[in-house]
């Protein structure tokens, strides 16, 4: 394996071949997921700073394992990402700063690091220092003699001023990524000292604040009432519902289970929040929402009342799949035919924290 600085977008695993090649896998044509796979390797991979679970050698591996094969080379490779990462969070908390969303978040961060390695058939020593280190994010900080929550950011979503900085609630950037993958380790029978106590902070602050993308410094003391927004899987209230439903699971609290199916139905029949999804795309349209509502039916007491928001959900998928103009499978044409297709035998949901 040849390492590069600057590898070729084909290597994302959200828009490149990477992701392209999930379908190919998905759907046992392997001859075309090789293909993809040469093209995704063909300029070096990438393990330097930009490496995460969507793009690099994490990427890589998350695909070859959905095909069930394993490359040591980037698997170590992996490795020394993940120590890396895990390095530059503990001086960050050494030094006092706060933390930047890159560094705990689903797509750049941690928590996607960590949901990869919950994909290794033998649990990884790595892994428990990843969720040690999700698990600290639970201790508030103070800054300026004002306490904040542990994963407080000192920049606004978009990397921009913001005075006070914000916590950002989605699953993509924000704190319900944390709380899915320490969840989900829970289902994976891996625990680290502290674990359910993080996910029960964590669950509490998206009580208050899951409403909104994200909460400013002013609204700490004084959470706004949550305006309509997009219900999509990387912000907005049905992917924080079903990390909600997976933390009712792993603390076994069914009525915060119970909570999160009742917001996931309450959502998902709200002509007002579908009004707000304008195209088919796993990120933040019909096939995420597809997506994120099966596997809250799987794991619900009472899938039944989901039956005719999946079916609903599925018409409106298929109507406009063909709309999206990208080809890849965050926010194109290969995510929403995975959702459609409404098989997961590689378990590529995985990579949304969904499964």
Avoid at 281 to 310: E, K, Q, Y
Wanted: proline share 7%; charged share 20%; with cysteine.
């Amino acid at each position: 394996m040849t390492a590069t600085a600057s590898p070729p977008r084909t290597q994302e695993l959200s828009e490149g071949a990477l992701g392209i090649a999930l379908l190919h896998i998905e759907r046992d044509d392997l001859a075309a997921a090789r293909h993809s796979l040469a093209q995704a390797v063909a300029g070096g991979v990438s393990a330097g700073g930009n490496a995460s679970l969507f793009h690099g050698a994490p990427a890589l591996e998350f695909v070859l394992g959905r095909a069930g094969r394993t490359d040591p080379a980037v698997r170590d490779a992996v490795d020394r990402v993940v120590a890396a990462r895990l390095a530059a969070a503990r001086r960050r908390q050494a030094a006092g700063a706060l933390s930047h969303s890159a560094e705990f978040d689903l797509i750049r961060g941690l928590t996607g690091l960590g949901a990869l390695l919950l994909t290794r058939g033998a649990p990884s020593p790595l892994l428990g220092e990843v969720l040690a280190y999700l698990v600290s994010l639970d201790r508030p900080v103070r800054v300026d003699g004002r306490q904040l929550p542990g994963w407080w950011s000192p920049v606004g979503p978009a990397h921009q001023e913001a005075p006070g900085g914000h916590s950002d609630n989605g699953v993509a950037h924000g704190i319900a990524g944390p709380l899915a993958v320490l969840s989900l380790a829970v289902r994976h029978d891996v625990q680290v000292p502290g674990q359910p106590d993080a996910i029960d902070v964590f669950a509490r602050w998206l009580d208050t604040h899951g409403g909104c993308y994200w909460t400013t410094h002013d609204q700490l003391s004084f959470p706004p009432e949550p305006a309509p927004a997009r219900p999509s899987w990387c912000y907005g209230r049905l992917g924080i519902a079903r990390t909600q439903q997976l933390a009712g699971i792993a603390l076994r609290d069914p009525a915060r289970r119970r909570a999160a199916e009742d917001i996931a139905v309450r959502i998902l029949t709200d002509p007002t929040l579908l009004g707000l999804i304008t195209d088919a795309s796993l990120c933040h349209g019909w096939a995420g929402l597809l997506t994120v509502a099966r596997a809250m039916a799987d794991d619900s007491n009472t899938p039944d009342r989901f039956a005719p928001l999946i079916e609903y959900l599925t018409l409106r998928l298929a109507a406009d799949l063909d709309q999206l103009p990208k080809p890849g499978f965050l926010e194109g044409r290969t995510g929403a035919r995975l959702a459609l297709d409404g098989t997961n035998k590689t378990d590529w949901t995985s990579a949304l924290l969904i499964t």
